[in-house]
């Protein structure tokens, strides 16, 4: 079953309570949505300059797009409506499940945890080798969705037993006005609320999404511009500042990078990402090597092998990295995390679930060096409500 389908793997056990019965509804049509003004979907959208002759900038991504009225950005689902920029997936998400935290992955952010997992269509880059690309390249029109609000996501992620709302699966910058409330009426019911995201934001709106997020995984696609223009329709510099600011506001964060053969696999430039994240981030932000797979319009490459995986990893772990996993790689020793002074293994997983874990107060048992990371409940900053 394909991502752009409702789907979730636990709903036989969660029953009615997690899903209301109008979440079958389908979304009204593309003409509905562009003419009727008070559709349900459409929103006021945040971060936006007025421009001369009815024009709109978008100031939410580094795109910055100009908008002509009754047109849309890059992203397809932020549309000028007569010098009013606004949003078309506000409580439009297409795609909803629940999931284990560690699928995001987030591996040092309540382990073995359950997370309300919800995207919206659209996305402001076209990465080449999106495994997503069904909903994310494509307009909230041409995909099924429902009318699911904010309150209702944070009812659902109680009645599912989630302890975590994770927006996901395609680019949340795109739906940020749905995200950011979602988030806020998760905080109001203790459920927390992570973004994994490209990292591909402006500041200014990234730094108030920082005042009700609780954790954030960042795809670092490469370590040089070309790969970001030629693979990614983006830029690097933006993204590196994206995790300069996560850093500067204390926000917990992870860093996966996919590695793809041939482009961005070679020692010289991960040596080079790994001694920019240690510099600049510090040794023990997680940082996650993935295997890649053919898919979408990147299928004249093979998988990646495992050694080039393992490879990699051991240039972080030699680079000072404290923390360094690897994935879709299964099993492997870099899926455990080990104490950074005494070497310990802490936690051990295979795949997305845990065998053991001994983490004791956020501290090795065995030598009392702090495990960085949110590892219970009473750990989690408090947030906006």
Known sequence: MGISNFICPYAEKLGKLLIPESFCEEAPSATKVKNDPSDQFIASARHWEKLEELRVRCVLCPKECRVADQERGYCGVRENHKGEYKTLVYSRPCSIAVDPIEKK???HFLPNSLALSIATAGCNMECKFCQNWEISQFRPEQIKSTYFTPENVAEAAVNSGSKVIAYTYTEPV???EYMFDSAICGNKK?????????????EKPLRELCRVLSGIKIDLKAFTEKFYKEMCSGELKPVLRTLEILKEENMWFEIV???VPTLNDSVQENKEMCQWIV???GPDVPVHFSRFHPIYKVKNLPPTPV???????KIAIDEGCHFVYVGN???SEGEKTFCPNCKQTLISRIG???ERNIIQNGQCPKCKTKIPGIWTESDLPKKQV
Do not use: C, D, H, Q
């Open 257 to 259: 990078v996919l590695i």
């Open 307 to 313: 050694k080039t995986i393992e490879t990699i990893r």
């Open 352 to 354: 997305l679930y845990i």
């Open 105 to 107: 992955p987030l591996f």
């Open 279 to 281: 510099k600049t981030l």
């Open 174 to 176: 795109i739906f940020y």
């Open 190 to 202: 203790n459920i927390a609320s992570v973004m994994i995201s490209n990292g591909y934001i402006k």
């Open 329 to 331: 790689v299964s099993p």
